[in-house]
T-cell receptor, first 109, second 113 residues
Framework: KNEVEQSPQNLTAQEGEFITINCSYS?????LHWLQQHPGGGIVSLFM???GKKKHGRLIATINIQEKHSSLHITASHPRDSAVYICAVSASRDDKIIFGKGTRLHILP | DAEITQSPRHKITETGRQVTLACHQTWNHNNMFWYRQDLGHGLRLIHYSYGVHDTNKGEVSDGYSVSRSNTEDLPLTLESAASSQTSVYFCASSEWGTEQGAFFGQGTRLTVV
């Protein structure tokens, strides 16, 4: 079983819809990252969380440390949000970064 | 501003050649990591280092080596490039006991022909 699991693997939605991507992990962590990758592109860090909730524009990330779960929300989704979203954790035991397999998001105009 | 940079961004090489990918960070982080990204596998750990002169193997280390002679740099060397090593390579850095989290390079797309 992977130590970081994301769902869904693929998501297609209409422009304007509210999007939620989920991440569950099974290891102790010092931080959780939400990353964005456009096709053929580099990795852009969206959020780094160790507790609570963060908001940046239309993006909101939450984390529940007790339940080992995080969510990334996109409000008023737009075709330019189409990308792969990756959840990654910094494991507290050895500081290694463990990545989820990513969620491929496609927003239709 | 502190940053982490990879070079080159794109590289085409021939089978059997030695190739070195550079990763340079100015965060003064002790921890540095190399990953490769492949369709269906996500990002997998190749090698990592917790400080100068420290190197460790990750889950897909065969055919790769790293060296850490200073804090800023962790070059990744492919000893004899193989077509199976065609991939996108990412490096990252982090530091123990901080809430900064990790920082990621922009990636190097390597094609072995």
């Amino acid at each position: 079983k992977n130590e970081v699991e994301q769902s869904p693997q693929n998501l297609t939605a209409q422009e304007g819809e509210f999007i939620t991507i989920n991440c569950s992990y099974s290891v102790g962590i010092s931080a959780l990252h939400w990353l964005q990758q456009h096709p053929g592109g580099g990795i852009v860090s969206l959020f780094m969380l160790s507790s609570g909730k963060k908001k940046h524009g239309r993006l909101i990330a939450t984390i529940n440390i007790q339940e080992k779960h995080s969510s990334l929300h996109i409000t008023a989704s737009h075709p330019r949000d189409s990308a792969v979203y990756i959840c990654a954790v910094s494991a507290s035991r050895d500081d290694k970064i463990i990545f989820g397999k990513g969620t491929r998001l496609h927003i239709l105009p | 501003d502190a940053e982490i940079t990879q070079s080159p961004r794109h590289k085409i090489t021939e089978t059997g050649r030695q190739v070195t990918l550079a990763c340079h960070q100015t965060w003064n982080h002790n921890n540095m990591f190399w990953y490769r990204q492949d369709l269906g596998h996500g990002l997998r750990l190749i090698h990592y280092s917790y400080g100068v002169h420290d190197t460790n193997k990750g889950e897909v280390s065969d055919g790769y080596s790293v060296s850490r002679s200073n804090t800023e740099d962790l070059p990744l060397t492919l000893e004899s490039a193989a077509s199976s090593q065609t991939s996108v390579y990412f490096c990252a850095s982090s530091e123990w006991g901080t809430e900064q989290g990790a920082f990621f390079g922009q990636g190097t797309r390597l094609t072995v022909v």
